[in-house]
């Protein structure tokens, strides 16, 4: 049950892209295609972003998608805005019941 | 409106033992799966269980065999039981409600959380 790999921080100006990825294993990521993202904004609960790898929950705008290759899920922001920075984390079914978060990513809009 | 309310967080000695609450309302526990996930302060989120419509129950290493998950169905409520608990079980403690209780696709729901702090 290691945590899967996301970058540290990533950033991006208003209007430009950023792209997050998330590095597992053939145990989790590649393995099935049960991999969610969430929003944080400090002090506050996560948000569900992203489902079943590219699916958008409604009221999430279309500038959040996502995406996957191999062990690897990313979660693409377009048209960057102020309100977007937030921590950003990355979530796969594990296997047996259970499930696995990444480290997180610190988005920061410059 | 689904609503998720956790409680039961606090100061507790390590070695001790706490009971969390989570109280749900607008969805019924038993027909569907939820969690508790924690995030240690300035950390990331960590899976800690699940238990599902079945009443099957699933820990993360860390706290297999130390917590137990379970839920009363006449309270619409999910608890989580932690005992011996150490220093780096201190952690704001999430309750989270499955969005699709068919799949494994995501937590859609998320309580405001209850902050453990295990400490001599």
């Known amino acids: 049950q290691s945590a899967l790999t996301q970058p540290r921080s990533v950033s991006g100006s208003p209007g430009q892209s950023v792209t997050i990825s998330c590095t597992g294993t053939t145990s989790d990521v590649g393995g099935y295609n049960y991999v969610s993202w969430y929003q944080q904004h400090p002090g506050k609960a996560p948000k569900l972003m992203i489902y079943?790898?590219?699916e958008r929950p409604s009221g999430v705008p279309d500038r959040f998608s996502g995406s996957k290759s191999g062990n690897t899920a990313s979660l693409t922001i377009s048209g960057l805005q102020a309100e977007d920075e937030a921590d950003y984390y990355c979530c796969s079914y594990a296997g047996s019941y259970t499930f696995v978060f990444g480290g997180g990513t610190k988005l920061t809009v410059l | 409106e689904v609503q998720l309310v956790e409680s039961g967080g606090g100061l507790i000695q390590p070695g001790g033992s706490l009971r969390l609450s989570c109280a749900a309302a607008g969805f019924t526990v038993s027909n569907n799966y939820v969690s508790w996930v924690r995030q240690a302060p300035g950390k990331g989120l960590d899976w800690v269980s699940v238990?599902?419509?079945?009443?099957?129950?699933y820990y993360a290493d860390s706290v297999k065999g130390r917590f137990i998950i379970s839920r009363d169905n006449s309270k619409n409520t999910v608890y989580l039981q932690m005992n011996s608990l150490r220093a780096e079980d201190t952690a704001v403690y999430y309750c989270?409600?499955?969005?699709?209780?068919?799949?494994?696709?995501?937590?859609?729901?998320w309580g405001q959380g209850t902050l453990v702090t295990v400490s001599s």
């Open positions: 238990i599902y419509s079945g009443g099957g129950t």
């Open positions: 079943d790898v590219t």
């Open positions: 989270a409600k499955a969005r699709d209780r068919y799949n494994y696709g995501g937590y859609d729901y």
